[in-house]
């Protein structure tokens, strides 16, 4: 199941001269794009869909955010250290989904 997609198009293969990657013996299908976490990643994917992925992960940790915030209200969970790490385990991870992805256009300054 394993492919190569190839990000730079100066390493890419060509019919002159095409790249072989091997796995266990076995040769790579080399493909121009592949989807990751809804993303269709390539050569060319546009910093919109970079843009789309953080925006879409800052909306789910906030609604996880304020969920956990009404549940803790409910039961009556004060407590800074106690927040903090209900926030670590159930808000941060929704928030981080991703990164990988959205995270390089966020350093790059295009998700703006």
């Known amino acids: 199941k394993s492919e190569v997609v190839v990000f730079n198009r100066a390493h890419a293969p060509t019919r002159t001269c095409p790249a072989r990657w091997r796995l266990a013996g076995e040769a790579l299908a080399v493909k121009e794009e592949f989807p990751y976490l809804g993303i269709i990643m390539s050569d060319s ?32 969970i ?30 790059q300054g295009e998700c703006r």
């Open 45 to 76: 994917t546009p910093s919109r869909s970079m843009r789309k992925a953080m925006m879409h992960a800052v909306t789910k940790g906030r609604a996880a955010l304020f969920s956990m915030m009404a549940q803790t209200r409910s039961v009556r």
């Open 78 to 107: 004060a407590n800074p250290h106690v927040l903090g790490r209900l926030f670590d385990a159930l808000v941060d991870p929704v928030m981080s989904y991703g990164v990988e992805v959205w995270g390089t256009c966020v350093v």
